[in-house]
């Protein structure tokens, strides 16, 4: 975990800094550690917490550089990897609660991205194409 934070620590004063080739590269590494750590990491909260975390910040910092759609593909990645952890019966039970908790999280990241920044494919594939439809107001239009 110390190594983890360490990275991105680094990766955020790289953003802050606006060198963000350097932070999409250290970023990058926070996300192969998160990943390659998921299922080994001791506290399942942070396990999934690292992960999220890693693919929140690779997400604005495409929308930084003026890639949606790059964007869009590291939020669906974390929502889908979290969907697919609960679902899966061989991990360990505090895992899956974990991604349980942080996939609400993640879904409501993706339905503001998807209202700030329209559809995208990968969006329109992991949530059905209805993620954001307008509630009719019974008030009618303000």
């Not at 680094?10 to 250290?26: H, Y």
């Not at 969907?83 to 999280?105: G, H, I, N, V, Y």
Request: glycine share 4%; hydrophobic share 40%.
């Amino acid at each position: 975990m110390e190594h983890w934070k360490r990275t991105i620590e680094r990766a955020n004063r790289c953003f802050m800094a606006g060198e963000l080739v350097d932070a999409r590269e250290a970023y990058l590494q926070a996300l192969a550690l998160a990943q390659v750590l998921f299922e080994r990491w001791a506290d399942a909260d942070e396990a999934v917490a690292a992960c999220v975390i890693s693919h929140h910040n690779l997400a604005d910092l495409h929308l930084r550089l003026n890639q949606p759609e790059e964007s869009a593909e590291y939020l669906c990645a974390v929502h889908q990897r979290l969907l697919q952890t609960m679902q899966d019966p061989r991990l360990r039970p505090q895992l899956r609660e974990a991604a349980l908790r942080q996939s609400s999280k993640t879904y409501v990241e993706l339905l503001n991205f998807i209202s700030d920044h329209g559809e995208y494919p990968r969006t329109h594939r992991l949530l059905g194409g209805t993620a954001v439809q307008p509630i009719p107001s019974q008030y009618g239009a303000h």
